[in-house]
């Protein structure tokens, strides 16, 4: 069971959030880990643009129920409200996102690259 309602406290807890909201299916958890224009690269080369788009892709993405690992945590680079996440994947892959710091003080994504092969 996953807590959608959960808002990132600090960047990195985007990445875990990410995982737990994937294996749960909760595709409106997931959208909320995105600011409303955020951007997400498909696996097809496209991009979901706006949280629509992000929804879609999700919900075609946990449709068959698939099980993720989580993977390592890369080191945050910061600058002010702007936070560089990446994860190093158990396959050997690598995300890497831009997470903006909130009027409230927590992390949304607002560009998210979630696999870049080695």
Same mark, same amino acid.
């Given at each position: 069971? /996953?807590? @959608? %309602?959960? !808002?990132? $406290? *600090?960047? &990195?807890?985007? @990445?875990?959030?990410?995982? $737990?909201?994937?294996?749960? %299916?909760?595709? &409106? +958890?997931?959208?909320?880990?995105? &600011?409303?224009?955020?951007?997400?690269?498909?696996?097809? #080369?496209?991009?979901?643009? %706006?949280?629509?788009?992000? *929804?879609?892709?999700?919900?075609?993405?946990?449709?068959? !129920?698939?099980?993720? /690992?989580?993977?390592?945590?890369?080191? /945050?680079? !910061?600058? %002010?409200?702007?936070?560089? /996440? @990446?994860?190093?994947?158990?396959?050997? +892959?690598?995300?890497? $996102?831009?997470?903006? !710091?909130?009027?409230? #003080?927590?992390?949304?994504?607002?560009?998210?690259?979630?696999?870049?092969? &080695?």
């Amino acid at each position: 069971m /996953t807590d @959608s %309602g959960k !808002r990132a $406290e *600090r960047p &990195e807890d985007l @990445s875990r959030f990410v995982v $737990e909201r994937l294996n749960a %299916g909760d595709v &409106e +958890g997931l959208v909320a880990l995105y &600011e409303p224009g955020a951007v997400l690269a498909l696996p097809d #080369g496209g991009v979901a643009t %706006g949280s629509d788009e992000i *929804r879609r892709a999700y919900a075609h993405l946990v449709a068959d !129920r698939p099980v993720f /690992t989580p993977g390592r945590q890369q080191p /945050t680079l !910061r600058n %002010g409200d702007l936070a560089l /996440t @990446s994860v190093r994947l158990p396959d050997g +892959g690598v995300t890497v $996102e831009v997470a903006r !710091r909130q009027p409230d #003080g927590t992390w949304l994504w607002a560009i998210d690259q979630p696999r870049i092969p &080695e």
